[in-house]
């Protein structure tokens, strides 16, 4: 008994200052806040497992009641706005009144060519002349016909004058006098055949001359000397009559219906950088029923930049129109056409396709689809997708 008393004591006195008091009052109190302190940090991780467990089976936050994680998109109200009206056009270059030269005659073998291609020519210029050798030896045996058929008149003329101042005196009959006559008259009528004939000869020498129908700039010359032509021959030369030029402009079916005879155009050469001014003369009265297009002929004054199978845009006035008017970053395309995205009340974008007309210096104009009210995604719309929530932003708070 006394041998675990004595064990004890001297355990106890083994035991630090710092961890208890000799009666034990210090040591507990420490034990006691060490204890409070785990207790307090395993209620805070239980409350921070609970609210984790609760927000991630708690119902989700619909998507119209909270914005704030929705993407910022730029917006604007575009209204209408008159429009000047201007159709781009391509087209071809050609002779306005293109006039082919050939032969009129019976024709024969070139013998000099006057003119080249480029060249300007008047109204009769011998273009080209075809050997007339032949033919001037018929048109001198003609006029020597002539000379006989006159001296044949000259001898009927004298017999019927004599005959005249002997019938009084009874040696000719009166019938005598009327044969006289008829020879006479036969004689006079044969000196104006041959004169015909004569004509008729010229007149087919003269036709062995090429000569210009009408005032104009040469584009074409397909003869050359020593060749010989005919009638059957295709033409020989090829002449822009007046020198006048157009664009045969192809136009939609649509556009076409907005232009008018008259209404201007400025016309610029495929590799040049210098336009023309110039009139729409003639517009298509049918329409290409594979293209849909249909052609405005736009007249154009000589040029030697103008070169008839060369290639051309046209820009033609087509009046003023009220259109919405969107920058070319508001607009996108795909496969099924042309659209914008428009925000609704909800603020949803929403695909609305549009119809895209001309390209004006402000933007697109757009001629159907939108009424231009509209709150209309200005940038950006290409990462959107339909039905996508957004927070807008008009352009003028930005």
């Known amino acids: 008994m006394n041998y ?57 936050v619909a998507a119209g009641d909270d914005n704030s994680q929705a993407p910022v998109v730029t917006v604007i109200a575009p209204g209408r706005s008159t429009v000047e009206g201007v159709i781009e056009a391509p087209g071809t270059l050609a002779a306005r009144r293109p006039t082919p030269v050939g032969v009129v005659g ?10 080249d291609a480029g060249d300007f020519v008047r109204q009769g210029q011998v273009l080209a002349v075809i050997d007339r050798s032949v033919q001037s030896q018929q048109a001198d045996a003609q006029a020597a016909q002539i000379e006989v058929a006159r001296a044949d008149a000259r001898l009927a003329q004298q ?7 002997l019938v009084d005196r009874g040696f000719i009959s009166k019938a005598e006098v009327d ?26 020498n003269a036709r062995l001359n090429i000569l210009a129908p009408a005032s104009g700039y040469v584009l074409e010359r397909n003869v050359e000397p020593g060749q010989t032509v005919g009638a059957g021959s295709a033409s020989l030369f090829v002449i822009a009559s007046g020198g006048e030029m157009e664009l045969r402009a192809q136009v939609g079916e649509s556009q076409l219906a907005r232009l008018s005879v008259g209404v201007t155009a400025t016309v610029t050469p495929t590799g040049s950088e210098k336009s023309f001014e110039g009139q729409v003369w003639q ?21 030697p930049e103008l070169r008839p199978g060369g290639f051309a845009t046209a820009r033609i006035d087509s009046g003023t129109m009220q259109a919405t008017v969107l920058p070319e970053s508001a607009v996108l395309a795909d496969d099924e056409g042309s659209f914008v995205y428009v925000i609704d009340e909800e603020n949803k974008a929403v695909r609305t396709p549009v119809t895209t007309g001309m390209v004006t210096p402000e933007g697109i104009a757009i001629t159907g689809g939108i009424t231009g009210n509209e709150l209309v995604v200005l940038r950006a719309g290409g990462f959107l997708n ?6 807008p932003r008009r352009l003028e708070e930005e």
């Open 159 to 165: 017999n019927l004058d004599r005959a005249l101042q």
């Open 386 to 391: 339909p039905g996508e929530v957004v927070s």
């Open 179 to 204: 044969r006289l006559t008829a020879t006479r008259d036969s004689a006079v009528a044969r000196i104006q055949v041959a004169e015909a004939q004569l004509r008729e000869l010229q007149a087919r």
């Open 106 to 115: 019976e024709g024969g073998r070139v013998t000099s060519v006057r003119v």
């Open 4 to 60: 675990a008393t004595t064990i004890t004591a001297e355990a106890q006195d083994d035991i630090p200052a710092e961890v208890g008091g000799r009666d034990g009052t210090d040591g507990s109190s420490s034990r006691w806040k060490v204890v409070l302190i785990v207790l307090g940090g395993l209620l805070a991780l239980a409350l921070a497992i609970g609210a984790y467990f609760a927000l991630s089976t708690s119902e989700p």
């Open 283 to 303: 517009l298509s009265p049918v329409i290409d029923e594979q293209s849909r297009q249909g052609t405005a002929r736009v007249a154009l004054s000589y040029a």
